[in-house]
Nanobody, 121 residues
């Protein structure tokens, strides 16, 4: 069994900051990419930021310069530091990991349960 547990969401005023954390646990043998997606009401789930085990990063254009993704490979944990938050950043944020377990040789996508981020104007 694999679990991704997120924390750190909440309500913040525009211009404020939040830090999200996501820890992956269970029978994990290897993780390639860990990242964050978000989904606002009535919209599709979109990539916010992702980081590979080798250190390569990818960001949505709308968050570049404001959000920073980091990762602790030893702890199977990924973080998202969100600064200069805007009302349009309001969404449910989901942690994602592309990982392999000890029981299955192929990499698969796993998701956290989501954490709400609300930015008030």
């Amino acid at each position: 069994q694999v679990q991704l547990v997120e924390s750190g969401g909440g309500l913040v005023q525009a211009g404020g900051s939040l830090r999200l954390s996501c820890a992956a646990s269970g029978s994990i043998s290897s993780i390639k990419t860990m990242g964050w997606y978000r989904q606002a009401p009535g919209k599709q789930r979109d990539l916010v930021a992702a980081k590979t085990s080798a250190g390569s990063t990818d960001y949505a254009e709308s968050v570049k310069g404001r959000f920073t993704i980091s990762r602790d490979n030893a702890k199977n944990t990924v973080y998202l530091q969100m600064n200069s938050l805007k009302p349009e950043d309001t969404a449910v944020y989901y942690c994602n990991a592309d990982l392999k377990t000890y029981w299955f040789s192929a990499y698969s996508d796993y998701w956290g349960q989501g954490t709400q981020v609300t930015v008030s104007s």
